[in-house]
Each structure stands twice: as structure tokens, then as C-alpha cells.
């Protein structure tokens, strides 16, 4: 049963909010801290004042459904190969200028005709499509936490892991019960400078990085990160080594760390893409400063996109971008050394769904 108290169809309670001494209501969900009167609305634009609370209006209102590969998330470690059933809603607690799904996050409302989706038809329609886990993504489930907390119980309840792909920008009661819920999280660390994430995102850089932490050490949550490399504002070898750095250090030198090229988008279509060059230097650099699992995306490249053991220097997942090769791995070890290798990397959990993405029609 959903923890949420439905005010009407797509419209609940929200969980997160408190009443101040002038009258507005402050949401407590995300360091925007967003100050309500009567009908505002936030920043993220699908959360309302209602009398003393603050509403979500976009609860089951999934903006469409798609079968992807688990690998386009990114997840390199969380069931290799495996199908997930990805969906998102609308609106977005981060104003990014170069957002690549700007189309869904920026929107100012969820179709009017969209018919609500619970729960559990979410669940079901995983294992009516042979998903192995169900990913929240497209716009980021921060915005839409009560109803991603209540699909991801569902889940659980049958079986199907659950993934967040977020900007990890959540106050800590919030991100509390959220990654409680969650298997695997891939977070983007959009730079290493309070300056890009205040001019690019209009956010700021520290509670991305507590949530970081958070979710890599006091979690069972199988956490990667992921950086998009803007050209000549986060890419320098200083800020990349600096930034990979702080990952082996404070998240652990297993966490997987992808560096992906950026593409012309939204406010930002006057800079050149991401040089295939400029993700290879930052994977070396990082490799360099101790992470061992560190790749490059949107680009091609098969070596910086396979999975090498650490130990040995063996291709134990080799990909092709989203299509697996040869898989030298038993019980998560390296067929060669027998090293370990972090991830839910199970024999069970792997397949073989491709590349492909499959949009995918959920009846209500
Ligand atoms: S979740 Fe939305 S309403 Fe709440 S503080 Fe963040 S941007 Fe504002």
C-alpha cells in the first residue's frame, strides 16, 4: 500500500515541509528550500502549497516507459546485461544549462492526460517485461520521492531491484528514506567547483557531495558517479584529478566513476562536444589517482567503456557501448586472477538485452 495520502488522482501529501513564523511554508526536500505561500509553487515546479502543506502534483503521472539496457544509466556493476523498465515524471530541483533531457525536466506540468500509474502496476509492468530492476530517471526522482519511495516498496515486495539515477542534490531526512529503498544509485558530480554548480545548475556543490558519501558509506545502495564533461569549464586535468581524488578517498576506490562527453543541448549549444581525447586523458587521470573502475561514455572507445580487474589488468566485461562481449567473471572474480570485483555482479542477475531501448506502453 502506498505511505501517501492521496488528495486526488496524481496529487498526494507531501512528507517534507514545515510551517514558519511568516507564514510561508518552507519544503525541506532539497537545499533549495523553496518558501511557499498559498498556490506558489517550487522551483522544481511540481510541488505546490496547499493550506499548511506542500503537495506533489505529479505522483504516478510516469511520462512514458521504456525497456533499456541497465548499462545506459550508466551501471557498469549492477547486473551487467540485465533489462530495466525506466520511467520519469516531470520537473527537475536543478536549473543545469547543458541538461540533455531538458524536454521532460523543464516541463511545466505532466500531461494532463497521462493516467496515473500506482505502485504496483509499476512493479508488475518490470516483470511483466522482463526487467530485472526498475530505474527512476529522464527528470530526477528527488522532485518526485514520495511516489519513487512507494514504487521502489512495491518492488521490493516482488522482487525487482530499484535504481536512482539523480543529482543527489536532498536534504538528509529526505535522502534518508529515499535510499533506504533504493539497490543502486548512479549520481552525477556535475564538476568540482562551487562556481559551475552555482553558474551551470544553480545549485551548490556540498550537498551533492554529503549525499555522496552518505549514500557510498552508511548505504547498502551500489552507488556509481557520473561526470559529463563540459568543454573548457569542468574538464581541465586539474579540476578531473582533484575530483577523482576526493572519490577514492571519501567514497572508496571501488565506486565506479564514468566520465561522459557532452553533446550541444538547451542553453549551452554553442560549445563543441566532448572530445573522445579529452574523456580518455580524464580516465587515465583518474585511474592515476586511484579509483579503480573508471569510464568513458558517449564516445567511442571499447577499452574505456570495458571492465578491467584491477588486479591482473584483464578485460572482465568487455562492451561495446551498451553491448556486452565476453564476460570473464565467476561469483564476481576475475576468471583470470580471481580477484574480486565490486558490483552485483551474480551470475543469476546477468543477461544479454543489447543496446537497445524499447519504449514500452503500461495500461494503468
Ligand atoms: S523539491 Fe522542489 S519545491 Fe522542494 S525545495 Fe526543492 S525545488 Fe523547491
Given at each position: 500500500?502506498?505511505?501517501?495520502?492521496?488528495?486526488?488522482?496524481?496529487?498526494?501529501?507531501?512528507?517534507?515541509?514545515?510551517?514558519?513564523?511568516?507564514g510561508r511554508v518552507e519544503c525541506e526536500l532539497c537545499p533549495r528550500a523553496c518558501r511557499l505561500r498559498e498556490g506558489q509553487r517550487g522551483f522544481c515546479f511540481v510541488r505546490e502549497r496547499r493550506g499548511n502543506d506542500i503537495v506533489l502534483t505529479s505522483y504516478g503521472r510516469a511520462t512514458g516507459f521504456c525497456v533499456d539496457p541497465i548499462e545506459k544509466k550508466p551501471l557498469y556493476h549492477f547486473y551487467p546485461g540485465s533489462a530495466v523498465l525506466s520511467f520519469g515524471t516531470a520537473g527537475c530541483n536543478l536549473g543545469c544549462k547543458f541538461c540533455q533531457n531538458w524536454a521532460s525536466s523543464r516541463a511545466r506540468a505532466v500531461d494532463a492526460r497521462t493516467e496515473p500509474v500506482s505502485p504496483e502496476r509499476v512493479a508488475q509492468a518490470a516483470l511483466d517485461t522482463h526487467c530485472r530492476s526498475v530505474a527512476f530517471t529522464y527528470n530526477d526522482p528527488v522532485v518526485f520521492a514520495e511516489f519513487a519511495i512507494d514504487a521502489a516498496r512495491a518492488c521490493r515486495d516482488r522482487g525487482?531491484?530499484?535504481?536512482?539515477?539523480?543529482?543527489?542534490?536532498?536534504?538528509?531526512?529526505?535522502?534518508?528514506?529515499?535510499?533506504?529503498?533504493?539497490?543502486?544509485?548512479?549520481?552525477?558530480?556535475?564538476?568540482?567547483?562551487?562556481?559551475?554548480?552555482?553558474?551551470?545548475?544553480?545549485?551548490?556543490?556540498?550537498?551533492?557531495?554529503?549525499?555522496?558519501?552518505?549514500?557510498?558509506?552508511?548505504?547498502?545502495?551500489?552507488?556509481?558517479?557520473?561526470?559529463?564533461?563540459?568543454?573548457?569549464?569542468?574538464?581541465?586535468?586539474?579540476?578531473?584529478?582533484?575530483?577523482?581524488?576526493w572519490c577514492a578517498r571519501e567514497l572508496g576506490p571501488t565506486v565506479p566513476l564514468h566520465f561522459s562527453a557532452f553533446h550541444p543541448?538547451?542553453?549551452?549549444?554553442?560549445?563543441?562536444?566532448?572530445?573522445?581525447?579529452?574523456?580518455?586523458?580524464?580516465?587515465?587521470?583518474a585511474i592515476r589517482e586511484g579509483l579503480d573502475f573508471v569510464y568513458t561514455g558517449n564516445v567511442y572507445d571499447p577499452s574505456g567503456q570495458s571492465t578491467h580487474c584491477p588486479a591482473c589488468g584483464a578485460i572482465v566485461i568487455e562492451r561495446d557501448a551498451f553491448v556486452l562481449g565476453r564476460f570473464r567473471l565467476q561469483e564476481g572474480r576475475c576468471l583470470g586472477c580471481g580477484a574480486p570485483i565490486a558490483g552485483r555482479l551474480s551470475a543469476a542477475g546477468n543477461g544479454c538485452w543489447g543496446g537497445r531501448r524499447r519504449p514500452v506502453e503500461i495500461p494503468p
Amino acid at each position: 500500500m502506498p505511505s501517501t495520502d492521496l488528495l486526488e488522482p496524481g496529487v498526494v501529501r507531501g512528507r517534507w515541509h514545515r510551517l514558519l513564523a511568516d507564514g510561508r511554508v518552507e519544503c525541506e526536500l532539497c537545499p533549495r528550500a523553496c518558501r511557499l505561500r498559498e498556490g506558489q509553487r517550487g522551483f522544481c515546479f511540481v510541488r505546490e502549497r496547499r493550506g499548511n502543506d506542500i503537495v506533489l502534483t505529479s505522483y504516478g503521472r510516469a511520462t512514458g516507459f521504456c525497456v533499456d539496457p541497465i548499462e545506459k544509466k550508466p551501471l557498469y556493476h549492477f547486473y551487467p546485461g540485465s533489462a530495466v523498465l525506466s520511467f520519469g515524471t516531470a520537473g527537475c530541483n536543478l536549473g543545469c544549462k547543458f541538461c540533455q533531457n531538458w524536454a521532460s525536466s523543464r516541463a511545466r506540468a505532466v500531461d494532463a492526460r497521462t493516467e496515473p500509474v500506482s505502485p504496483e502496476r509499476v512493479a508488475q509492468a518490470a516483470l511483466d517485461t522482463h526487467c530485472r530492476s526498475v530505474a527512476f530517471t529522464y527528470n530526477d526522482p528527488v522532485v518526485f520521492a514520495e511516489f519513487a519511495i512507494d514504487a521502489a516498496r512495491a518492488c521490493r515486495d516482488r522482487g525487482v531491484a530499484t535504481v536512482a539515477v539523480s543529482a543527489g542534490y536532498m536534504n538528509p531526512p529526505a535522502r534518508e528514506e529515499f535510499y533506504a529503498v533504493m539497490d543502486a544509485a548512479n549520481i552525477d558530480l556535475k564538476a568540482f567547483t562551487p562556481e559551475f554548480y552555482q553558474r551551470f545548475c544553480a545549485a551548490r556543490l556540498e550537498p551533492v557531495l554529503e549525499t555522496l558519501r552518505y549514500v557510498a558509506r552508511e548505504t547498502d545502495c551500489w552507488l556509481e558517479v557520473t561526470t559529463l564533461l563540459v568543454p573548457g569549464h569542468n574538464d581541465g586535468p586539474d579540476e578531473v584529478a582533484r575530483l577523482a581524488a576526493w572519490c577514492a578517498r571519501e567514497l572508496g576506490p571501488t565506486v565506479p566513476l564514468h566520465f561522459s562527453a557532452f553533446h550541444p543541448d538547451y542553453r549551452l549549444r554553442d560549445l563543441p562536444r566532448t572530445p573522445a581525447a579529452t574523456c580518455a586523458r580524464a580516465r587515465a587521470i583518474a585511474i592515476r589517482e586511484g579509483l579503480d573502475f573508471v569510464y568513458t561514455g558517449n564516445v567511442y572507445d571499447p577499452s574505456g567503456q570495458s571492465t578491467h580487474c584491477p588486479a591482473c589488468g584483464a578485460i572482465v566485461i568487455e562492451r561495446d557501448a551498451f553491448v556486452l562481449g565476453r564476460f570473464r567473471l565467476q561469483e564476481g572474480r576475475c576468471l583470470g586472477c580471481g580477484a574480486p570485483i565490486a558490483g552485483r555482479l551474480s551470475a543469476a542477475g546477468n543477461g544479454c538485452w543489447g543496446g537497445r531501448r524499447r519504449p514500452v506502453e503500461i495500461p494503468p
